[in-house]
């Protein structure tokens, strides 16, 4: 019965993280593919091949991104994009959607360095990721402070926190070993080497 019950359990082990993973990535294909291939399937109808929509995005987005560049139309993304930013309700979702994509693919990429804090009162130390090192952009008596996003375990949701720069240690961990540690409660503990250092 033990032998049973051991086999069961490493049978979970194995097979629930392969079959979450296909989860995702189908749905993720499926959700990507569904942005150009519904207009597609319009005109496609039966010859239409799943994978086609995917492409048809990817070479949309890889269009529109050449476009910027150039004179004419880029002048006009940054018509639209300045028009966006002045629609009440509008500029709140589209600043914080545009803050976000440029914090994970700008040249200036948030969530780049890994930072160790010291919850006060206390010795205990949580991890998180520096968003901001700026913060007299954001509000000048703050010029001395970094905000610092701390995750939450098993989750996509965490809190921001305004701590002062000397309180704040950068280690030498990998952004995304640092994720996969803290969203797991810690039971993912692959790291590389920590190296601190205030800032």
Do not use: C
Not at 10 to 36: C, H, Q, R, Y
Not at 138 to 158: D, R
Not at 168 to 176: A, F, L, S, Y
């Amino acid at each position: 019965m033990k032998s049973l019950l051991k086999n069961f359990i490493n049978g979970i082990l194995t097979i629930v993280p392969i079959i979450l993973a296909i989860f995702v990535v189908v749905k993720t294909f499926l959700f990507l593919d569904s942005l150009m291939g519904n207009v597609l399937r319009t005109y496609l109808k039966d010859d239409y091949i799943p994978g086609v929509g995917l492409l048809a995005t990817l070479i949309l987005i890889t269009l529109l991104g050449w476009l910027s560049t150039k004179f004419i139309t880029g002048s006009i993304i940054k018509v639209v994009d300045r028009l966006l930013e002045k629609i009440p309700l509008v500029k709140t979702i589209y600043s914080v959607i545009k803050d976000t994509v440029h914090s994970f693919l700008g040249e200036k990429k948030s969530f780049s360095k890994v930072a160790l804090v010291t919850i006060p009162g206390t010795e205990m130390k949580s991890l998180g990721f520096i968003t901001s090192e700026a913060l007299e952009d954001f509000y000048h008596p703050l010029k001395e402070y970094i905000a610092v996003y701390v995750p939450q375990t098993f989750q996509v949701a965490g809190f921001t926190f305004l701590i002062p720069k000397e309180q704040v240690e950068i280690i030498d961990v990998k952004p995304e070993n640092a994720m996969k540690f803290i969203l797991s409660g810690g039971m993912t503990s692959k790291g590389n080497p920590v190296k601190e250092h205030s800032m």
